[in-house]
Protein backbone atom coordinates (compact mmCIF):
# COMPACT_ATOMS: atom_id res chain seq x y z
CA UNK A 1 0.00 0.00 0.00
CA UNK A 2 2.81 2.08 0.87
CA UNK A 3 4.43 1.82 -2.75
CA UNK A 4 0.96 2.73 -4.22
CA UNK A 5 0.62 6.10 -2.65
CA UNK A 6 4.66 6.77 -3.41
CA UNK A 7 3.52 6.26 -6.94
CA UNK A 8 0.29 7.91 -6.99
CA UNK A 9 -1.91 4.87 -7.06
CA UNK A 10 -5.48 4.88 -5.21
CA UNK A 11 -5.99 3.01 -2.23
CA UNK A 12 -9.37 1.81 -2.66
CA UNK A 13 -10.01 0.48 1.10
CA UNK A 14 -9.23 4.15 2.16
CA UNK A 15 -11.39 5.81 -0.21
CA UNK A 16 -14.66 4.00 0.24
CA UNK A 17 -14.18 4.03 4.28
CA UNK A 18 -13.67 8.03 3.74
CA UNK A 19 -16.50 8.12 1.50
CA UNK A 20 -18.63 6.27 4.76
CA UNK A 21 -17.33 8.06 7.04
CA UNK A 22 -18.32 11.26 5.44
CA UNK A 23 -21.73 10.53 4.38
CA UNK A 24 -22.37 9.35 8.64
CA UNK A 25 -20.95 12.62 9.61
CA UNK A 26 -23.11 14.14 7.01
CA UNK A 27 -26.07 12.79 8.14
CA UNK A 28 -25.86 13.72 11.81
CA UNK A 29 -25.13 16.96 10.95
CA UNK A 30 -28.48 17.11 9.39
CA UNK A 31 -30.30 15.06 12.10
CA UNK A 32 -28.70 17.59 14.69
CA UNK A 33 -30.01 20.74 12.22
CA UNK A 34 -33.23 19.44 12.33
CA UNK A 35 -33.41 18.69 15.96
CA UNK A 36 -32.65 22.55 16.36
CA UNK A 37 -35.17 23.12 13.71
CA UNK A 38 -33.68 24.30 11.11
CA UNK A 39 -34.36 24.59 7.57
CA UNK A 40 -31.23 24.37 5.68
CA UNK A 41 -27.20 24.16 6.43
CA UNK A 42 -25.11 26.62 5.36
CA UNK A 43 -21.50 26.96 4.42
CA UNK A 44 -20.93 23.38 5.13
CA UNK A 45 -17.27 22.20 5.23
CA UNK A 46 -15.75 18.98 6.04
CA UNK A 47 -12.18 18.58 7.84
CA UNK A 48 -10.14 15.30 8.39
CA UNK A 49 -7.30 14.72 9.90
CA UNK A 50 -4.99 11.49 10.87
CA UNK A 51 -5.56 10.65 15.13
CA UNK A 52 -3.49 7.59 14.81
CA UNK A 53 -1.24 5.36 12.85
CA UNK A 54 -3.73 3.83 10.37
CA UNK A 55 -6.76 5.88 11.84
CA UNK A 56 -8.59 9.28 11.02
CA UNK A 57 -11.07 11.26 11.67
CA UNK A 58 -13.61 13.17 9.71
CA UNK A 59 -16.06 16.31 10.83
CA UNK A 60 -19.11 17.82 8.84
CA UNK A 61 -20.01 21.35 10.63
CA UNK A 62 -22.10 24.18 9.09
CA UNK A 63 -24.59 26.71 10.28
CA UNK A 64 -27.94 25.79 10.82
CA UNK A 65 -30.30 28.44 9.49
CA UNK A 66 -34.24 28.80 10.13
CA UNK A 67 -36.12 30.84 7.12
CA UNK A 68 -38.44 33.29 8.21
Known amino acids: NSFKTLVGGELTSYNEMMS ?10 VESA ?9 CT ?14 MA ?3 AVKFI
Not at 34 to 42: F, K, S, T
Not at 45 to 58: K, P
Request: charged residues 20%; aromatic residues 6%.
Open 61 to 63: YGT
Open 20 to 29: KARALATKRM
Open 34 to 42: EALGADAIV
Open 45 to 58: RYSSASVAQGAAEL
